[in-house]
């Protein structure tokens, strides 16, 4: 055991570490470092921050408010032809990182749309935002095809619960602190909290994917992958995984209303 890290009684021990490699410890407290980083972004630009700054700072009416919260669903369906084309190519690692990256730079530039167009039309600057937003949301696509694909082959099945109950801790406490500073800053600080809310949003979220630049990717498992209208075909004719998605569609259905 490497003493970089002190005497193994007394260093931090957030998950059952035994028997498992420096290496992999480091890579698994990186994945735990880059949500609660990030959790910043997440809790800004999916809650009231952000619903705040499209209807206050930008002027959206109801229409533009569920276009815009309606992208990111939508955008989903890219992740057939993103995971297909990840398989295909072996290269999740680069997706991962290059759309993350520069997907989650474009809350920067939402952030800064009134103060870069000033003379725009109200309706012209919302709709550069859904533009940006469509972007954001595509990139989202296969940002998280690659994370899950990673968890899968990263963290070791014996600790699986256990490591994600613990991240997943860690990330509420860090977005219930974050939300709070932030909702204290706009309140204090009027509109244009909204925008420096977001900005620090998209600076998260940029550090959020630079966390695993310092990750050790394991290789992509190589197998045979059939066309894609094969592959579709096969999902459609498993039964069991339509009603699964059945409940899945009705109960987002639900919730997002």
Same mark, same amino acid.
């Given at each position: 055991?490497?003493? +970089? %890290?002190?005497?193994?009684?007394? +260093?931090?021990?957030? #998950? ?22 990030g ?8 809650? &009231?921050v952000?619903?705040?700054?499209? +209807?206050?700072?930008?002027? &959206?009416?109801? #229409?533009q ?10 955008? *989903? @369906?890219?992740?057939v032809f993103?995971? %297909? ?5 072996r ?12 997907? +989650?730079? $474009?809350? =920067?530039?939402? &952030? ?17 935002? =859904?533009?940006f937003?469509v972007? =954001? ?10 994370f899950g694909s990673l968890m ?6 014996n ?5 994600f109950s ?7 406490t860090?977005?219930v ?14 509109? @244009?909290?909204?925008?420096i809310?977001?900005?620090i949003?998209?600076v998260?979220?940029?550090l959020?994917? &630079? *966390? %695993? #630049?310092? @990750?050790?990717?394991?290789e992509?498992?190589s ?17 069991? $995984?339509l009603r699964?998605?059945t409940?899945y569609?009705l109960?987002? #259905?639900?919730?997002n209303?």
């Open positions: 055991m490497s003493t +970089r %890290y002190g005497h193994p009684k007394l +260093r931090l021990r957030l #998950f059952n570490d035994n028997g498992m490699t420096e290496q992999l410890r480091k890579n698994l407290y990186w994945v735990i470092w880059a949500v609660t980083i959790m910043l972004g997440f809790v800004v630009t999916t809650g &009231a952000w619903s705040g700054f499209q +209807r206050e700072v930008l002027g &959206a009416n109801d #229409f408010l569920g276009l815009i919260s309606a992208i990111p669903v939508s955008t *989903c @369906v890219l992740q993103i995971s %297909y084309y990840m398989e295909k190519k290269n999740r690692r680069f997706l991962f990182l290059f759309l993350g990256i520069i997907g +989650r730079s $474009f809350w =920067i530039l939402i &952030a800064l749309v009134p103060y870069l167009f000033p003379n725009f039309p109200v309706d012209l600057r919302i709709w550069l935002v =859904i533009v937003v972007i =954001i949301s595509s990139g989202n696509s296969g940002v998280n095809l690659a899968g082959d990263l963290v070791p099945i600790i699986r619960g256990s490591f613990v991240r997943q801790m860690i990330s509420l860090s977005g602190i974050t939300g709070l500073i932030m909702s204290a800053m706009i309140d204090r600080v009027g509109l @244009v909290g909204y925008s809310a977001l900005g949003a998209g998260s979220m940029v959020d994917i &630079a *966390c %695993y #630049f310092f @990750v050790e990717w394991p992509m498992e197998a045979e992958l059939p066309s894609l209208p094969s592959l579709l075909k096969e999902v459609f004719r498993n039964k069991t $995984f699964v998605v409940f569609s109960w987002l #259905f639900s919730v209303i």
